[in-house]
């Protein structure tokens, strides 16, 4: 099943905007089996609307389109479809009152008259019902093909997509669904290695991978790979990708700390929680983040206490309890200060467990023996002690992140 | 002056890769006066890849073209736009040789011979240089238009947009800079007020602006007001801009707070700055946003202090001072408890200003009184001290990112 998607609007062509839409639809379609085969943008233009709709069609008489479905005049897709169809606009009497409904429920009656041509609809389309927003889908059938409209604000579109769209590629992809062919991916996560690195390790494994390709994706939080079963039966895929996961995570070992979207924060509070302790954060040259991250998680109560951004060295001192001696004679960046700093911010805040950071994120305040992106990280659990130097690549944004990231990674390995 | 685009990429029609490139071209060929009328991406096929190109050229007689550049066998674009031009693949013997030169200073000869295929270039097409790549960008000419090839790392496409694709499309342009026509928009960013509030606000201007549209682009951070002035020559559009800035500005009034990228953070640590003062955070809720917020600004250390994350509440009475009884008499999330929040870190760091949050992010932990979203923030400068009250619509990390901007705004209008 093959189909091709349009998204509407001039503020994607001039860069504005980018087309998030056109990466979710492709994930979603590709989930169920169907395939995007080509995707255009194009602006809010009549004439070009609906040419890049009609090639679509000619190539796989299936076309998604996305945007342009708004009340004000620059919304034209509706017009460029339905004289494509040769179905003129007409007002959908239904639609209209819940329109009018739906205005009158949020206390915003009378409608505004422009919100009037949403419920416009081209003769003998099916009205696609909109649960976030006043524009409705549409889908158009007939001898060019099928044209699904949806709308271009993402959250609409996405809801949109799960209700309407994925639902139609399962009825049109036939009753057995064992007879679908589907592209699915895995996301292994690793942090503490290189690219490199985990490369010539799985390279054994991964020439024995049947039907799963490989993709290394290094990012701030370590690298990332990507398992894809391409273009198997449903069942299969699933099966093909738990295999290759199996192989793989042995060889990955302790920098493998989690898949697809697990953040490692969210690894640190579960295994904190498991073993009933309580954490701590001292953060220098992060000034917050490893606290952000580990709240990000709801439920992050019951094992954080608190941190402090000790950006000042009195701040280490007055806060913290490091000796000023200390940070006097090994420099505010040096193991003994990041030791110091996560026992007194375990001290201060009364918990079993802390980690602390210290570093140079730049621009300034490098020196030869202590460059920019030198970071140390220290951590403790009860009596166990853990410290580390890094060198992190990067701007000081790139610097803090990684910084951040490898904070959060010595206390998982401490805690396994 | 019309041209197209093609992204090529299986990843961007999976959606596994969200088309960056896209909106940057867009960016870069509109700011000096040229138009993508139309994009398009395809996966790594050579039809696929072929067709796509003879369409936009038929329509513009131009296309760009990204990605599929690699030394990978799934990298076609090359053997694609060779076929379109009927040109053969033929070794560059010069580019042969740098890319070995460039493998050698890498300490990475001799080069794999996979590498070799880069150096394949269609005949007659002109290799242009990729500083940070081992894919040479091309450009071809010929009897259907000119396509120019450039690689889809985001990177090495960014380069070579600005040394090869920018000079191309101005010589195009003519001789003369004055006749060219662009179209250039600039942001103003505003927080503190909704977007409904906003546009009344405007409304009367609004009609008056001559030559520019205006956008309202709501977020977490507030709502910013995009200007845009399309399509005209291209020193009238600095003044259109500068002219409808002017115009704004004054009713904007102190919901402005900066222009284009500005981030609020800097505004403040500028404005704590011009005036010698010194800051600290308290934060509950946000768990160190408002302090990784601040930290991210180069020279931030010339006034942030340091930040106490007090999620516990034994933290704010211990290392903040909040009394416990206020706690227990008004709840975490009151106005007193702000207040002594900010009191209690501006003495804990010995800093002249100061801003607390405290605040219900959920999922759990809302009452009736007190429903998920509800924040109390505070501030003090000197003696002056303000307090707010806020309710944020959205999930656990919307709240917080709102409140993280709603406490560095209230210290903003503080130091105004």
């Not at 019902?129 to 524009?135: L, W």
């Not at 920098?255 to 969210?266: I, K, M, Q």
């Not at 073993?275 to 709801?298: F, K, Y």
């Not at 094992?303 to 060295?313: L, T």
Request: net charge negative.
């Amino acid at each position: 099943m093959d189909l091709e998607l349009v998204t509407v609007g001039t503020e994607l062509l001039l860069g504005f905007t980018i087309d998030t839409n056109a990466a979710e639809i492709g994930r979603a379609v590709s989930a169920v089996g169907a395939r995007v085969v080509r995707r255009a943008s194009v602006g809010d233009d009549v004439q070009a609307i609906r040419e890049a709709v009609a090639d679509g069609l000619r190539r796989t008489g299936f076309v998604v389109v996305t945007g342009g479905l708004g009340p004000t005049t620059d919304d034209v897709t509706k017009r460029a479809v339905a004289e494509l169809f040769d179905a003129p606009l007409e007002v959908h009497e239904e639609y209209l009152r819940e329109l009018k409904d739906r205005f009158a429920r949020y206390g915003r009656a009378p409608m505004p008259p422009s919100n009037r041509s949403q419920a416009e609809v081209p003769r003998g389309a099916t009205v696609l019902h909109n649960p976030r927003g006043t524009a409705p889908g549409l889908l158009l059938e007939g001898e060019l093909g099928a044209v699904m409209l949806l709308p271009g604000v993402p959250l609409e579109m996405r809801l949109m997509v799960e209700a309407h769209l994925v639902p139609l590629l399962e009825r049109l992809a036939g009753s057995d669904p064992s007879a679908r062919r589907v592209t699915r991916s895995r996301t292994l996560r690793t942090t503490g290695i290189t690219e490199s690195g985990l490369a010539s390790g799985i390279a054994q494994v991964e020439q024995k991978l049947e039907d799963v390709s490989l993709a290394f994706l290094p990012g701030w939080d370590g690298v990332d790979l990507r398992l894809t079963a391409w273009n198997l039966p449903e069942e299969r895929a699933d099966v093909v990708l738990d295999r290759a996961e199996a192989a793989l995570r042995p060889i990955l070992g302790e920098h493998h700390y989690g898949v697809d979207e697990t953040d490692l924060a969210g690894v640190v509070i579960d295994r904190l929680r498991e073993r009933d302790l309580t954490l701590a954060v001292a953060e220098s040259c992060t000034g917050g983040i490893v606290g952000a991250r580990l709240t990000a998680m709801p439920g992050a109560s019951d094992v954080f206490r608190g941190a402090v951004a000790a950006y000042a060295n009195e701040i280490k001192i007055h806060l913290l309890g490091v000796p000023a001696g200390l940070i006097e004679a090994e420099g505010a960046v040096s193991e003994a200060v990041a030791r110091a700093m996560a026992h007194g911010v375990s001290q201060a805040c009364g918990s079993s467990a802390a980690v602390a950071v210290t570093g140079i994120a730049g621009p300034a305040g490098g020196t030869v023996e202590k460059p920019v992106g030198t970071v140390w990280l220290a951590a403790t659990v009860g009596a166990l002690a853990r410290s580390r130097r890094v060198h992190f690549p990067g701007d000081r944004e790139e610097v803090r992140h990684r910084a951040a990231q490898a904070a959060l990674d010595l206390l998982r390995r401490l805690l396994s």
